[in-house]
């Protein structure tokens, strides 16, 4: 995205980790937690929170370098002199809650993915270290023209909580009118 950016290729980009840049703006739009997924029946299945100390030996479902899950579980696991075990990583981060159910390791999946009715059965854990997280931003070049569009759309999304949208409840009904 960045290279995008500076191509003037696209106005905006919603980055999931830090761009660098002397002309590159940002703004945070929505901070998470991120949570450890482990399938049914992990000896962490139940368990309110753990420490990366704890993990150390675990196996970890993650994606390749250069994606946000990676390089927090690189930073969490280097902060505590350790490092991560891999047992599979992949370009599609949206493919490791399914490896993780299938028992082929455990992974850091963001809380959204709980909150949305997850398509794949795993138990949540809470980590216990401070820079658990991910933080979305609205990056922009700040030496680039924005159209009335892009700054009413910038606008847009920058005047109301972001993600706070509700999917709907797959197991619920749909109400149905009664005329």
Not at 19 to 33: A, V
Request: aromatic fraction near 6%.
């Amino acid at each position: 995205m960045e290279r995008q950016l500076r191509a003037r290729e696209v106005d905006f980009c919603v980055a999931s980790q830090p761009l660098t840049g002397n002309t590159l703006e940002s703004i945070e739009l929505f901070r998470e937690e991120v949570l450890l997924a482990v399938p049914h029946g992990h000896w962490l299945d139940g368990r309110e929170s753990v420490t990366i100390p704890e993990i150390a030996d675990e196996p970890f479902v993650t994606t390749r370098l250069g994606h946000w899950q990676r390089a927090l579980l690189d930073r969490l696991f280097a902060a505590e002199g350790l490092n991560p075990l891999l047992s599979c990583e992949g370009n599609e981060p949206g493919a490791s809650q399914d490896m993780i159910s299938a028992g082929l390791g455990i992974g850091l999946i963001p809380a959204a993915s709980r909150q949305v009715g997850t398509r794949v059965p795993v138990a949540w854990v809470h980590v216990d270290a401070p820079d658990c997280h991910r933080v979305l931003t609205l990056v922009w070049d700040r030496h680039t023209y924005l159209s009335e569009a892009a700054q009413k759309l910038q606008e847009f999304i920058l005047s109301r909580p972001f993600m706070t949208h509700r999917l709907p409840d797959p197991r619920r009904e749909p109400d149905r009118d009664p005329s």
